[in-house]
């Protein structure tokens, strides 16, 4: 089969490459397209590698058709259209995965588009449920909300009845943020924690965070009592200073989570729960996948350039064919 | 009724107080005994305020026999032996507090020794289990594990079948807390971390911690993946680094928690889980009051001062008569 491959100058080349072996517990997807998630730009540059007996090719969800499952699987069935969490794989005309991984599209959303929605929606479920434990009537504060997992969590507070604050580095980013249904906005250049504070002055429930070091002291002073910090990315470093006396009397939690080295067990109750619990609002239009572009497979560097230059808003789809 | 005040030199003194009001929800205990908790040494100088609404009479817990109910007391009877958890009055003749909050004396233990159990098995059940979620086989790291807290810790840990790693400041104390149920130990003055680390050479899976600051770094470097530190104090002071790649990287949890400022429900269903979970262990002698001393409430400066030069190995009860 083809895949892409990673040439030592970091450019990417779809050609050969192995197949996968399919285990008892495994479906075998033929892939309609993936998408592009910063963790592949991360990997590429050789700073994340792939968990142990993972798979080298890039892409951590798909979408596609069923071709073969192993004797063990119970839930697929070969012919199905699923869209899939992977460990790693997705940039490639196949792919292996545990079925639990591996959950019908959503009613209303083309097999394209539902390449964009397992990483996203996984992360986003496991770091505001089950992790911080969002709860009606929170106020949560998403960095980089035009992000695709800030334009999924957006839409998972508002249809969980919560209120968010976006910070994006364009103003064009955050007017789109606002009309996905986040609250408010600020520009990452202006005092956003200004202006956090005086959007919530008693301070933020959550904190979605990819950035890491530079923020963490200003994300400590406007979480609230009882406030959960999620921190799931470094963008901006990973040393900074911090004062316990806060963390303490006001009960705060700090929370560092990835999903791809979680055990296939979450992974699978994550998607079970995205199935029974989000899916339904996509069917409903409530909740809408977010896609900034659609390019070929072919055209993987082009679509990891328009990322590392932080121009999307939303996700970048690769299909395949 | 008599309670103590602190004098202007931080001298207590057992002179008249105010009788405490009743409301609905509330219990009034006639008080046979309170503990001393190292909290009530910082109220004194000033440094932790009792909760808005709460008594300014210092004293987190006690034992006695209940004179009085409110209206909508259920589960509680007149003359019922109790021990209850407070946000403040326990230094005194008579206290109220909501029902939820007392809970009967656990079988097989006197009222006076009694008086020494609710704070330090709140805390702990609240932050090994409901915070950090204490799993059978998880390795347990407890700074001062001759504390009251400490000692209750160890104990729970080895009911729980989880092993328990202490340190603490004289050969002494360590020997009490390795013949109390702790697996190992370290002299705080001498690389306890280094020794933690040849104990658990892939990180312990929780940390109860009263220092803070000091050993914060520390800390995270011994915590396993996907482990929780869990802060209760800052004797350490408050200040810090903190390397966000391992929270990260590792899925660590930083988890803040104070139990005095939480809401009735919660301290009621602490309360609850301890009588349905824990007083079981004292009745089948598996669990035991760990006591320092008996002091009558008048030498209540004497109990203050062993505390304050950390000469207790456990806990230190005040007999009110």
Known sequence: MRAINILENKKLEWSESNFPSISDNDVLIKISATSVNRADIVQKNGLYPPPPGGSNIL???CSGIIEKIGKNVKNRKVGEKVCALLAGGGYAEYVSCPEVQAIPIPEGINLIEASSLP????TCWLNLFLEANLTKGDKVLLHAGASGIGTAAIQLCKAFECESFVTAGTQEKINFCTELG????????EEPFKKIKEWSPDGVNIILDPVGGNYFEDNINVLSIEGRLV????MGGIKSSINLGSILMKRQKIIGSTIRARSVSIKGRIMSDLYQNVWPFFKAKKIKPCVHAILNINDANVAHRIMEE????????LEIN
């Open 119 to 122: 990483e996203v929606y996984a």
């Open 182 to 189: 986040a609250t408010n906005g600020a520009l990452r250049t």
């Open 59 to 61: 892409g951590l969800e």
């Open 231 to 234: 921190i799931i990315g470094l």
């Open 310 to 317: 932080d121009k999307n808003i939303g996700k970048i789809i």
